[in-house]
């Protein structure tokens, strides 16, 4: 049996959780929140989990095989230290933090104590970002567009770019990732960002509402990845578009449209992501074969720098040259 432990108690950590009471001869241990009422209430919901308030707590008190880290962007760091120093295999959900500060720790750490790693970039495990990887072979890609277009989260720490570090970081991170996974690694950043309408629509918002990223990519294409999170609840678009030689290729929630030579063909995921990626790592916890991983902890750095990076050039009103690797 494979115990497994939740730190957090938001809404994807219940989503997580519920993925993971199905899978066979996987126990869900116990659940660590910010208060013991909070995690008691999440462990109610779950037959046999127990709650903590304190991570060491929860390590001690438990022999727990691999643990979720479903925390927000500030609060990355010292839990993961305590992981791999206790030699636990951990999934994060990203990002991995609000800057390159917490990550660059974590990633020394487990250069000297290596353990079995996961992000939640879930857009790698879509039936349909396979099919679309298949589709350029062989194609000179030329320009890539991308979106994340929506409204604010209504959980405060969000809106604080101290803590969330901003939508791109926190939410459009997606988006570069799959930019990565698909057209390979960027070479340089350029960026601007802007603030319409939050600041004077809600208390306590510093991030920006708008943003732009030119990013330039090591294999010679070009890509722009524009967010925004001032649109009213329920509107939204998100996606990203390829356009290359032999055609249009688009993803975006729903599927994956090909057009080619004026013929349209479509697909659609037949399987949740979440699902796949959580199969993925539960098998390298019992195997040792993390080969089904499609994002561990350092390539979930190479997205988090470029992120970073797009935030210094905004900054700075200046391009940012990505040069270094881990």
């Known amino acids: 049996m494979t115990n497994v432990g939740i730190i957090g108690t938001g809404w994807f ?16 241990a116990a659940v660590c929140g910010t208060s013991l009422p909070k995690a008691m209430g999440f462990a109610g919901k779950f037959a046999g989990m127990r709650g903590y308030e304190d991570v060491e707590e929860m390590l001690d008190g438990e022999r727990l095989d691999a643990v979720y880290l479903c925390v927000p962007p500030f609060a990355h760091g010292e839990i993961e230290l305590q992981l791999i120093k206790r ?67 209504p959980v405060p720490w969000w809106r604080n770019l101290a803590q969330s570090g901003g939508q791109l970081v926190e939410q459009t991170t997606h988006i570069i990732d799959f930019l990565r996974y698909t057209a ?36 010679g294409p070009l890509a722009v990845i524009s967010n925004t999170c001032m649109l009213p609840e329920g509107d939204s678009k998100i996606g990203i578009d390829f356009f290359h030689s032999k055609g249009i290729l688009q993803l975006d929630q729903e599927g994956l449209t090909k057009s080619e030579n004026g013929i349209v063909t479509e697909w659609k995921d037949q399987t949740s992501p979440y699902i796949s990626e959580a199969r993925a790592f539960i098998h390298a916890i019992r195997t040792g074969d993390a080969s089904g991983i499609k994002s561990d902890y350092f390539d979930a750095c190479r997205t988090q720098k470029i992120a970073a990076a797009a935030v210094e050039s905004a900054r700075t009103v200046s391009s940012v040259s990505i040069t270094e690797d881990f």
């Open 13 to 28: 950590s219940e989503v997580h959780a519920k993925i993971l009471m199905k899978m066979e001869e996987v126990n869900m």
């Open 87 to 153: 030699g636990i295999p951990f999934f994060v959900e990203k990002p991995v933090g609000t800057s390159m500060e917490a990550p660059e720790i974590i990633l020394s750490a487990l250069k000297e104590k290596p353990v079995i790693t996961s992000v939640g970039y879930h857009f790698r495990y879509r039936e349909t970002a396979a099919r679309l990887k298949a589709e350029l072979e062989g194609a000179v890609l030329g320009m890539i567009t991308g979106q994340w277009m929506g409204s604010m989260p």
């Open 184 to 219: 390979g690694e960027v070479e340089e950043v350029s960026a601007v960002f802007g603030s319409r309408a939050l600041e004077s629509m809600h208390k306590g918002v510093t991030i920006p509402d708008v943003g732009t990223v030119t990013l330039k990519m090591k294999s």
